[in-house]
């Protein structure tokens, strides 16, 4: 069976010598094995420390085997239960099977009987976990969730030839760019191309976990590690497993999680906050960041080892404002998108639209494109979102120049966009702007907005 020491073992049985016997031979085929002696410190085990299979023995004084099996199906729903009987007691075994149990295994136990059985469950968990991942990543296909390089410039055809070449590898990935550049969008379509495509992408954004917090949310914590932690919870890299584990703005981690990350990084072990219990981890790693992780080195911001362990294959994504003719295609693409979602007529851009588009600089990238659609999707009135439809300071055609503008300057601009937008209806303008009819009227007064474009 393919990694065994993920597949985490409980032993439930009144008879030390039969736990201690079963402990020994798990523990030497390499699973992760815990025993308890009755039902009571079974259920309170898996409280705290979940199991993938249970062997459960029939005859307990207490709570007996089937008693423990429903509600462990209850509390555990996802465990493969596998009942220990005596030949005597076989028709009781039967019942634990029509109530849900996997297989059982009579008394005497043979250990080869018992490796077989055990080899089979821990398959079928394997092959359910996987079936379960695979269902939610058709469903995410169905709603559209799937990622789409958008672009036919030479430096996008570039990017998408980089990025299937390495989706075929397990080779760690570091992505760069400027903000709003969709270094997150190339995470996803490396991992969809890769062979872990069907287990799940995991996303750490570095730049928004707090110190005191980061460590467990990247490595979980044990039930009672510290004030506030009242049940065991799995980090970043154990929900990873299997799959891809994305780090968002590497850049800005702090020293002390550097070293904290290195270690994980290297050794593919990491142990829960509270905990002493070492687990095996299998991810790929893919980063991103905007920072110049090569001055931050020089700068002794970024640990030099730990830059190699990201910088094995760099992708850098460039700025839209060099290249604007991409711009109606990604322009294109989200109006569709989100005309679809609102249930909006809008299915085209005007002349004039597309070129107020391209002149602008989009200092804020893709993200600031996509914003300024959606924005436009929701005031257009017929099939062309047209210039009066764009959010300021691209409406007036004016891209942002170098000159700072007073809050009385963007304030007029935007009154009078808002009020092309809405084709000077001042009662519709103020509901955009969040004020009233009295004060709009005031302000257009006060900024002298010709009255013919206000009814």
């Given at each position: 069976?393919?990694?065994?020491?993920?597949?985490?073992?409980?032993?439930?049985?009144?008879?030390?010598?039969?736990?201690?016997?079963?402990?020994?031979?798990?523990?030497?085929d390499?699973?992760?094995?815990?025993?308890?002696a009755?039902?009571?410190?079974?259920?309170?085990?898996?409280?705290?420390?979940?199991?993938?299979?249970?062997?459960?023995?029939?005859?307990?004084?207490?709570?007996?085997?089937?008693?423990?099996?429903?509600?462990?199906?209850?509390?555990?729903?996802?465990?493969?239960?596998?009942?220990?009987?005596?030949y005597?007691?076989?028709?009781?075994?039967?019942?634990?099977?029509?109530?849900?149990?996997?297989?059982?295994?009579?008394?005497?136990?043979?250990?080869?009987?018992?490796?077989?059985?055990?080899?089979?469950?821990?398959?079928?968990?394997?092959?359910?976990?996987?079936?379960?991942?695979?269902?939610?990543?058709?469903?995410?296909?169905?709603e559209?969730?799937?990622?789409?390089?958008?672009?036919?410039?030479?430096?996008?055809?570039?990017?998408?030839?980089?990025?299937?070449?390495?989706?075929?590898?397990?080779?760690?990935?570091?992505?760069?760019?400027?903000?709003?550049?969709?270094?997150?969008?190339?995470?996803?379509?490396?991992?969809?191309?890769?062979?872990?495509?069907?287990?799940?992408?995991?996303?750490?954004?570095?730049?928004?976990?707090?110190?005191?917090?980061?460590?467990?949310?990247?490595?979980?914590?044990?039930?009672?590690?510290?004030?506030?932690?009242?049940?065991?919870?799995?980090?970043?890299?154990?929900?990873?497993?299997?799959?891809?584990?994305?780090?968002?703005?590497?850049g800005?981690?702090?020293?002390k999680?550097?070293?904290?990350?290195?270690?994980?990084?290297?050794?593919?072990?990491?142990?829960?906050?509270?905990?002493?219990?070492?687990?095996?981890?299998?991810?790929?790693?893919?980063?991103?960041?905007?920072?110049?992780?090569?001055?931050?080195?020089?700068?002794?911001?970024?640990?030099?080892?730990?830059?190699?362990?990201?910088?094995v294959?760099?992708?850098?994504?460039?700025p839209?404002?060099?290249?604007?003719?991409?711009?109606?295609?990604?322009?294109?693409?989200?109006?569709?998108?989100?005309?679809?979602?609102?249930?909006?007529?809008?299915?085209?851009?005007?002349?004039?639209?597309?070129?107020?588009?391209?002149?602008?600089?989009?200092?804020?990238?893709v993200?600031?494109?996509?914003?300024?659609?959606?924005?436009?999707?929701?005031?257009?009135?017929?099939?062309a979102?047209?210039?009066?439809?764009?959010?300021?300071?691209?409406?007036?055609?004016?891209?942002?120049?170098?000159?700072?503008?007073?809050?009385?300057?963007?304030?007029?601009?935007?009154?009078?966009?808002?009020?092309?937008?809405?084709?000077?209806?001042?009662?519709?303008?103020?509901?955009?702007?969040?004020?009233?009819?009295?004060?709009?009227?005031?302000?257009?007064?006060?900024?002298?907005?010709?009255?013919?474009?206000?009814?």
């Amino acid at each position: 069976m393919d990694d065994i020491s993920n597949t985490r073992i409980l032993i439930v049985d009144d008879e030390q010598v039969v736990r201690d016997s079963l402990r020994e031979w798990f523990a030497e085929d390499g699973y992760h094995v815990t025993t308890a002696a009755g039902g009571v410190e079974a259920l309170t085990r898996l409280a705290t420390e979940p199991a993938d299979l249970l062997l459960i023995d029939i005859k307990m004084p207490g709570m007996d085997g089937l008693e423990l099996q429903r509600r462990v199906k209850q509390a555990a729903p996802e465990a493969t239960v596998i009942i220990i009987t005596a030949y005597a007691a076989v028709d009781t075994a039967v019942q634990a099977l029509k109530a849900g149990a996997y297989d059982y295994i009579t008394k005497p136990i043979d250990p080869d009987d018992l490796a077989r059985v055990i080899s089979k469950a821990a398959a079928h968990q394997r092959l359910a976990r996987e079936n379960v991942r695979l269902r939610e990543r058709i469903d995410a296909i169905a709603e559209g969730d799937m990622p789409e390089i958008v672009g036919d410039s030479p430096a996008m055809d570039e990017v998408r030839r980089m990025t299937a070449t390495i989706a075929e590898t397990d080779a760690t990935v570091l992505i760069t760019g400027e903000s709003g550049t969709g270094k997150e969008l190339v995470a996803r379509a490396i991992h969809r191309g890769s062979h872990r495509r069907n287990m799940s992408m995991v996303s750490v954004n570095c730049a928004g976990l707090p110190e005191g917090l980061i460590e467990s949310e990247l490595f979980g914590h044990e039930k009672g590690a510290f004030t506030g932690a009242t049940y065991q919870r799995k980090g970043k890299f154990e929900l990873a497993d299997g799959g891809t584990l994305f780090f968002d703005e590497i850049g800005d981690i702090s020293a002390k999680t550097q070293i904290d990350l290195l270690r994980a990084l290297d050794d593919k072990r990491i142990t829960r906050v509270g905990g002493t219990r070492v687990i095996p981890v299998d991810f790929r790693v893919i980063a991103a960041t905007h920072r110049d992780l090569a001055r931050a080195v020089e700068e002794e911001e970024f640990r030099l080892d730990l830059f190699y362990r990201f910088n094995v294959f760099t992708i850098e994504l460039p700025p839209l404002r060099t290249r604007p003719s991409d711009i109606p295609l990604l322009a294109q693409h989200f109006l569709q998108r989100f005309a679809r979602s609102m249930n909006r007529r809008a299915n085209h851009f005007a002349p004039e639209a597309l070129q107020r588009l391209q002149a602008y600089e989009w200092p804020g990238n893709v993200r600031e494109l996509e914003n300024a659609v959606e924005r436009a999707v929701v005031l257009q009135r017929g099939e062309a979102i047209g210039p009066q439809d764009l959010p300021l300071p691209i409406c007036a055609g004016e891209p942002p120049g170098p000159e700072p503008q007073t809050l009385a300057e963007i304030e007029h601009r935007h009154i009078e966009c808002v009020l092309g937008a809405t084709a000077g209806n001042v009662s519709r303008a103020a509901r955009i702007l969040g004020i009233d009819r009295v004060t709009l009227y005031s302000k257009i007064r006060k900024y002298d907005i010709p009255r013919q474009r206000t009814s």
